[in-house]
């Protein structure tokens, strides 16, 4: 087990999914159940209350499927890997993520999807403190709120607008503070984990740092180029 936790923009999923291709492990988005379940509520008009959202999640049901190809999120059999990333998905996960019994809901599923993968790389917020603090490697991905705000933008094709850099480092430094400051599992460095700042590091990098890690950890692995 490797787990990656790291603040919003930090780079986490794309870490996690290039570490877990060079290792051969497979790669398990928490973010994307959270956002899954999400969609789901949002959908269904359903309250935002733990125990009506667990009890949707399980019905219809919501969950990460293991495939030939990768984990997907499913929601009813659907795969919604591209309806989780919307707008309307991205500015309600927080506060839904934030529920305790919900979180208890996907830490179960999480840790019942880890248990079919001989190898696995999880990334999120809790997942080195609460979901698996027994995991053999454990990394807090950071960077400047500027730096993950322009890494965000890019995606887009909009890192070069001053302002919309400056809006979303505003939401990512809003997100931080939500993160940092909620009862439950709040965003904190694992004991034990290796911080690393990935800020001016580009990405081949801090993909080969984390696989070093693993490396020394585990032993001999294989990697795939």
Do not use: C
């Not at 291709?21 to 790669?27: D, E, M, N, S």
């Not at 125990?51 to 190809?69: E, G, H, I």
């Not at 809790?126 to 027994?134: H, K, L, M, T, Y």
């Amino acid at each position: 087990m490797i787990a990656i936790d790291g603040p919003a923009g930090s780079g986490k999923s794309t870490t996690a999914a290039a570490v877990a291709k060079r290792l051969g492990f497979v790669h398990l988005d928490s973010g994307a159940l959270y956002r899954a379940v999400t969609l789901a509520a949002l959908d269904a008009g359903a309250p935002i209350r733990g125990q009506r959202v667990v009890a949707l999640a399980r019905s219809l049901p919501v969950r990460l499927r293991l495939t030939d190809s990768g984990v997907r999120a499913e929601v009813a059999g659907v795969d919604v890997s591209r309806e989780i990333r919307t707008t309307r998905v991205t500015e309600r996960v927080s506060e839904i993520a934030a529920l305790p019994v919900v979180r208890e809901w996907v830490n179960a599923e999480l840790r019942a999807a880890a248990g079919q993968a001989p190898g696995v790389v999880m990334d999120g917020r809790d997942i080195g403190s609460v979901v698996f603090p027994e995991a053999g490697v454990k990394v807090y991905l950071t960077a400047s709120s500027t730096e993950r705000a322009q890494r965000r933008l890019a995606q887009h094709g909009h890192a070069d607008d001053t302002d919309a850099v400056a809006a979303a480092e505003r939401d990512i430094m809003r997100r931080d503070a939500h993160d940092a400051g909620r009862t439950v599992a709040p965003l904190v460095v694992p004991d034990e984990a290796v911080v690393l700042d990935t800020t001016g590091m580009s990405f081949e990098d801090q993909v080969d740092r984390v696989v070093g890690l693993a490396k020394r950890a585990f032993g001999s692995l294989d990697t795939v180029s």
